[in-house]
């Protein structure tokens, strides 16, 4: 479903590029989820923008659920579709100013689907929340149901590759609980690849089939599932 | 340890207007390490924030008595705990990258407890300063006096910001959340830093998390709260075998390797709603 070979990420620093992830090659399997584990600033977060479409200074190659991307250019059609991503923190992962059907509405209009809300009410029932919830502010809604809020926006395009940023690392442990639970049943209901970043490895070991360790940019060993 | 105990609290309240976010709570902590836990919401920060005198304007503290490093609490006007915090009592925040000055340097922040509560030469003060900082493990102390905080990483923030705590010799430590915004390596380091210090110097130690395997290493006593109430009070040692339902589901959700490909625990919230009516 992902292939990078020999992938490097740069970031422009002033006039410069400073490389920040060096010669980096990893599979990954449909239906799996992948672990990207290390410290902070070891390059995953990095890796999962270019996989992400967010930063286009990259080198190497990287095939994304069927597409070729190309350095330097933005996803866009079916790649930007079929890729979506959940951020780190969901206290600034939704727009503090619209209601979240606003929100979650932006991309289905883009893509002139029909039905806009009953997807919506569908998407927000599909990860246990009441579908009236649309109608709120970001900053009316727990941490953990913003969270489930980000998910459901990234799932209404129907991805087939889903990237998670430290995605339950701004939440309690009892409400992280319930986050991976909800991404564990829709690996399995919807068949979804999941790329996920963490700086805990005990949330890797618990989620990921695989996983890699990363440190100073590059991959420096793998975990498995025991 | 003392039987003098630090900090009484009892029949302790916070209300914001007229709804109430910290119901009646009782507790005493002496020259132990003491956590409180519970969710985000919970009221953990509010109550330990209560003990500094530092609630946000328009909260109000009602108590039957509230007693802090020997004073009445309920009397001291903002002077007065000016004099207390720091010197009897002190307070490590959360994230370094918000509490710390960016504007002053390391060496201006950590020494400045020292003027306010001490009356030392300024080369005692410097001399103090680059002690304390070799003792929260802070390589080459006088060059990172002359540093800014964005030069730092999270880490030595929160050295740094444990160095501000610990120079004027409290007695006590209020740790709010000290290592949730660092990575999973340099919570055990910081985690144990705290602990020995607090331990070389006999002071209490109230530490807030929310990561009860961490609790159990690190300290002797755990307080849980839920929506304003202290729900469950034990030994840490007792964690693992702990009776009440929501301290339980705390201890089990935690991820790891055996649970993989296992749903994990989750707080049955609606029965613990129906459980604190009764009370």
């Known amino acids: 479903m992902i292939e990078l070979q020999n992938l490097s990420v740069a970031h422009r620093q002033g006039y410069d590029l400073r490389t920040v992830v060096h010669d980096v090659s990893l599979t990954v399997n449909a239906g ?91 998407g927000l029932r599909h990860v ?12 009316q809604l727990s941490g953990g149901q913003r969270q489930r809020v980000a998910i459901v926006r990234a799932l209404l395009l129907q991805p087939r590759v889903l990237l998670l940023d430290e995605p339950t690392s701004a939440l309690d442990m009892s409400v992280q609980a319930e986050i991976l639970n909800l991404l564990n049943q829709l690996k399995q209901q919807d068949g979804l690849t999941m790329v996920l970043v963490s700086h805990d490895p005990d949330v890797i070991d618990h989620m990921c089939d695989r996983a890699v360790q990363m440190a100073e940019g590059r991959i420096v060993g793998t975990r498995h599932a025991a | 340890m003392t039987a003098e105990p630090l900090i009484i609290a009892e029949n302790l309240t916070i209300h914001s207007g007229t709804t109430p976010l910290v119901k009646p709570i009782s507790f005493t902590l002496g020259r132990e390490r003491v956590a409180l836990v519970g969710e985000s919401g919970s009221g953990k920060s509010l109550t330990a924030r209560s003990l500094m005198g530092l609630l946000a304007p328009g909260l109000h503290l009602q108590a039957r008595q ?20 720091g010197s009897e009592l002190a307070m490590v925040m959360q994230d370094p990258k918000y509490a710390l000055n960016p504007t002053r340097t390391i060496g201006w922040q950590v020494e400045e407890p020292l003027k306010l509560h001490h009356r030392l030469s300024r080369a005692e003060r410097r001399e103090k300063v ?150």
């Not at chain 2, 430590?173 to 949730?180: G, Y």
């Open chain 2, 130 to 279: 680059a002690e304390m900082l070799a003792a929260v493990g802070l390589p080459q102390p006088t060059q990172l006096m002359t540093r800014y905080p964005h030069q730092l990483s999270g880490g030595m923030g929160q050295r740094v910001m444990l160095a501000i705590a610990l120079i004027a010799d409290p007695q006590f430590l209020i740790a709010d959340e000290p290592t949730s915004a660092l990575d999973h390596a340099m919570r055990d380091q910081v985690l144990a830093l705290i602990r020995r210090l607090v331990e070389e110097r006999n002071m209490g130690l109230l530490l807030i998390s929310h990561d009860l395997q961490q609790i159990s290493e690190h300290c002797e006593r755990v307080m849980v709260m839920y929506k304003g109430q202290l729900l469950d009070s034990l030994p840490a040692a007792e964690l693992p075998r702990a009776t009440h339902p929501y301290t339980r589901t705390l201890w089990a959700c935690r991820p790891s390797k055996a649970t993989h490909g296992q749903p994990l625990p989750v707080l049955d919230r609606v029965a613990l709603e129906k459980e604190l009516e009764h009370d």
């Open chain 2, 66 to 85: 509230l007693q802090v490093a020997g004073r009445d609490a309920l009397a001291l006007n903002e002077k007065r705990w000016g004099q207390l915090r």
């Open chain 1, 128 to 139: 246990g929340l009441d579908p009236a919830l649309a109608d709120r502010y970001p900053h």
């Open chain 1, 32 to 122: 799996e989820c992948f672990g990207l584990v290390g410290p902070s600033g070891c390059g995953k977060s990095s890796l999962l923008w270019v996989m992400a479409g967010l930063n286009p200074h990259w080198a190497g190659t990287m095939q994304l659920a069927g597409h070729q991307a190309q350095p330097g250019k933005a996803f866009t059609g079916d790649l930007r579709r079929d890729v979506q991503m959940v951020f780190q923190d969901p206290y600034a992962s939704l727009h503090p100013r619209h209601r979240l059907r606003r929100t979650l509405a932006e991309p289905l209009k883009l893509l002139k689907q029909d039905n806009i809300n009953d997807r919506i009410s569908a």
